[in-house]
Nanobody, 113 residues
Framework: QVQLVESGGGLVQAGGSLRLSCTVS????????FGWYRQGSGKQRELVAH???????NYADSVKGRFTISRDNAKRTVFLQMNSLKPEDTAVYYC???????WGHGTQVTVSS
């Protein structure tokens, strides 16, 4: 059974940094694509960053240059390093495998101004 567990969220001031982790069980991370999504209050869930099985990375325009997605195959963990955070980055962040085939429960990120 594939399970994804996010961690690392919290409250941070604007300009600060957080690193989110998505720990995967029941699956490797090297053989699949993984994405980080977010959903702000009253908004639709949106894709923030994606890493393919081959290692290609793609980012939403709103986070390019600030966020970096990476993975540690041995630890079965996918990371999202978030720098220069803005209040508009406030959302619940979710990890997903296979473009929404599997989801974690999310971790809250709140950026204060």
């Amino acid at each position: 059974q594939v399970q994804l567990v996010e961690s690392g969220g919290g409250l941070v001031q604007a300009g600060g940094s957080l690193r989110l982790s998505c720990t995967v069980s029941g699956s490797t991370v090297s053989n699949y694509g993984f994405g980080w999504y977010r959903q702000g209050s009253g908004k639709q869930r949106e894709l923030v960053a994606h890493i393919s099985s081959g290692g290609s990375r793609n980012y939403a325009d709103s986070v390019k240059g600030r966020f970096t997605i990476s993975r540690d195959n041995a630890k079965r963990t996918v990371f999202l390093q978030m720098n220069s955070l803005k209040p508009e980055d406030t959302a619940v962040y979710y990890c997903s495998r296979d473009w929404g085939g599997y989801w974690g429960h999310g971790t809250q990120v709140t950026v204060s101004s």
